[in-house]
């Protein structure tokens, strides 16, 4: 059975994580405005959002970098470091894919989605939007469990990585199905590419975000 006194360590890891994923969901909020932006195609501020993306991107690196520099010698920790740093990457991971997704759109910023991919464009998005709101949920409710070890906390926390699984499954059906009707439009075959590949950056997202939830499984382990 893991001690309670564990959790007296000075500076919690949890702290720093939670920090990040709150700087990532704020990205994500970000991310899907521009997306719509680009959808509508009248919006004139897909340039700014991007850039905002790219400024909350850095902010969550320092906060990434800090995690990995300011852990003193010797401090007290629930969990290994290499699983902290592993947990550490794909939360991370969903940032780097959230700013590829619109690194991507904007190497063909006039050519626009085809109307017949819109919606499940949207709804790709709006899928990936949802387990980055959990993966802030998961962390502070795993905070909770390392200072307490309470099992119906843990159980809790095992739920929400369920839900990141759950989620990450209906992300992957809506993607294949962008992917399949991509290719009977009638659409040059760049268009065609450049949809398939923005289908798959999207998804990636929600693949990070299932990644992060199997590190954070495997930290609860006894």
Not at 15 to 21: M, T, Y
Not at 51 to 57: D, G, I, N
Not at 102 to 117: C, E, F, H, Q, V
């Amino acid at each position: 059975m893991r001690l309670p006194i564990l959790s007296m360590f000075l500076t919690s890891p949890f702290e720093g994580l939670q920090e990040h994923a709150e700087k990532v969901k704020e990205c994500a909020w970000a991310f899907q405005q521009a997306i719509e932006c680009h959808i509508s195609q009248k919006c004139q501020t897909f340039s700014e959002l991007h850039a905002e993306v790219e400024r909350l991107e850095h902010e969550a690196d320092a906060i990434k970098r800090r995690i990995r520099g300011h852990l003193p010698i010797g401090t007290l920790m629930p969990v290994s470091k290499f699983q902290l740093f592993r947990y550490l990457r794909e939360q991370d991971g969903v940032l780097d894919a959230v700013e590829d997704v619109l690194d991507w759109i904007s190497y063909r910023p006039d050519t626009g989605i085809p109307a017949d991919l819109e919606k499940d464009i949207l709804l790709l998005v709006d899928a990936v939007i949802d387990p980055i709101e959990e993966l802030s949920k998961m962390v502070a409710e795993a905070r909770k469990y390392f200072r307490t070890y309470n099992e119906k906390q843990r159980i809790y926390v095992k739920d929400i990585i369920r839900t990141l699984r759950r989620q990450e499954h209906e992300a992957d059906i809506i993607e294949d199905r962008i992917k399949r009707a991509a290719f009977h439009l009638p659409i040059d075959a760049v268009t065609v590419f450049h949809m398939v590949r923005l289908a798959e950056i999207i998804g990636s997202i929600a693949d990070h975000a299932e990644n992060a939830g199997d590190m954070m499984r495997a930290m609860l382990a006894k």
